[in-house]
């Protein structure tokens, strides 16, 4: 348990305040609809509908005001770097904001779903009221006029339509009507659109889908504007509803029981959502300029395995080891931004990312940089960020484990060119000891582009005399007989039959449990920090490692697990 709490003790504790908090809102929203005395006439059309309208309303609230928050990315960045002088495990948070983020809209999408269910008995039952289907209270208090001594309760007030067509008539001409339809259908494509094989498959589409958040929170704003549900006023006299509700044709006759007021309470959604609404702006506001600023191309290189590596300048451009970008190529589409980790080193005096055939905006930039003629500039790319990432935490531990699989070691690549710069420079700031870096790859020639920085690593670290300083493992996870041939034939060579490196290949997956006590062995009292940048499925495996192998002992090892998250 205790092993458990390193990681994950912050998480849990920030999510259980938050769903008490969600829980609090729906429960104290209900029992205030559904026994509160301004609301007993409203109740007696609508019964347990209300309180089951309004309280899933309290929670969107809440949760309409978080959602936006996890995407700001310059706030978060900007919040990061205000918590570097805290502990690490408050900065991990931060990383986890997309999983947030999506936790937030499944709540907003089952209490949304919770809402327009109550709302659509709630309109039937209006209905059934004003065509004096129930008793004659009800029918009195739907027959309520709008005039100067009167104010009506029952919001459907059109009677010579066809009976069945009421509902939807109020639906579709009301303001809570019509925007409630529009938010609903807003919400649905966007959840839809935002499944995992259509975000994989069709990125085109879960991004452009997703700007109907401008429309949902549109609708949002003037949801509450048509004020449909309606409490009853204190009046002079006061109208008792207990001695009242029996006498209906004495309303108004005599002075216990003065006409019964109503209003619509006044609309504040508006005010939950206002100031996220406001932060996101400035946030396009800023992503927007920095779109008009001028980035050169460096050098357009296509590396083996069809990645393209771009490393680009940009006038007062500044980044840490780990960090993405956001690109925008207009030639491609002029609405979409795509997010890269920098390899790059801070050292250096560009930026530089590498991009893997992935999709269809990939592969037309892919394609228009092919084409290109020797030496010419590339076609014009907006760049937002840099924005932190796990990454930016690597040098703050004595020990670290960076694992990549694919594509996803090119964090990892921003990391060692960058410990080489500090190696050379002779950096007495750099307070990491050791290094364990684990690369796993499907395709042998997808080692190639990597292999020359590990090749210079080996050779700096040799000469230097601090060999033990980074040890690296490559493992293949896919090959054929032929290779299979290849590498045999060439078992008892210096370097690798794949690599040209030192370090032989490893085929097959890593025994991570053997991977993580050989860790704990060597570093018996070190912090050891877990980096990945791969998928899922390898980053639960590693969490729980993490708190397997992690010692009670404040005194002892302890690993920390941290996951790109963009």
Known sequence: MSNWIVNNGLTSLILVVWMAINIFLFVWFYFFYDLGDQFYYTRHLLGSALAW????????????????????????????????????????????????????????????????????????????????????????????????NTTYLNPIRKINLDPQQNPNYLVFTSIAGLTGVIITLALIIIITSSMEVIRRSYFEVFWYTHHLFI??????????????????????????????????????????????????????????????????????????????????????????????ELQMVKNGFKMEVGQYIFLNCPAISQLEWHPFTMTSAPEEDFFSVHIRSAGDWTDKLIEIMQQLPEGAQGPKMGVDGPFGTASEDVFDYEVSMLVGAGIGVTPFASILKSIWYKFKDSNPKLRTKKIYFYWLCRETYAFEWFADLLQVLEKEMEERGMGDFLTYKLYLTRWDQSHADHVMVRFDQDKDAVTGLKQKTYYGRPDWGNEFEQVRQENPTSVVGTFLCGPEALAKVLAKKCAKYSDVDPRKTKFYFNKENF
């Open 215 to 308: 429309i949902f929170f549109i609708g949002l704003v003037f949801h509450g504007a048509g004020r449909i549900v309606r409490s009853q006023q204190t009046t002079n006299p006061p109208h008792n509803y207990t001695l009242c509700k029996d006498r209906t044709e004495d309303w108004g006759r005599i002075p216990q029981c003065p006409m019964p007021q109503f209003a619509g309470g006044f609309p504040q959604t508006w005010m939950w959502v206002i100031a996220p609404m406001i932060l996101y702006l400035c946030e396009r506001v800023l992503r927007f300029i920095r779109y008009t600023q001028t980035v050169t191309y460096r050098r357009i290189v296509m590396r083996p395995s069809k990645v393209l």
């Open 53 to 148: 309208a309004r309280a899933p309303a309290a929670v969107l609230n809440f949760n309409c005001m978080l959602i936006l928050l996890p995407v700001c990315r310059n706030l978060l960045s900007l919040v990061r770097g205000s918590f570097g002088c805290c502990g690490r495990t408050m900065r991990k948070q931060l990383d986890k904001n997309l999983s947030f983020h999506k936790l937030v809209a499944y709540t907003i999408a089952l209490m949304t779903a919770v809402h327009v269910i109550a709302h659509l008995l709630n309109m039937e039952w209006y209905n059934n009221s004003r065509l004096g289907v129930y008793d004659k209270l009800s029918t009195a208090l739907s027959d309520l006029a709008d005039t100067r």
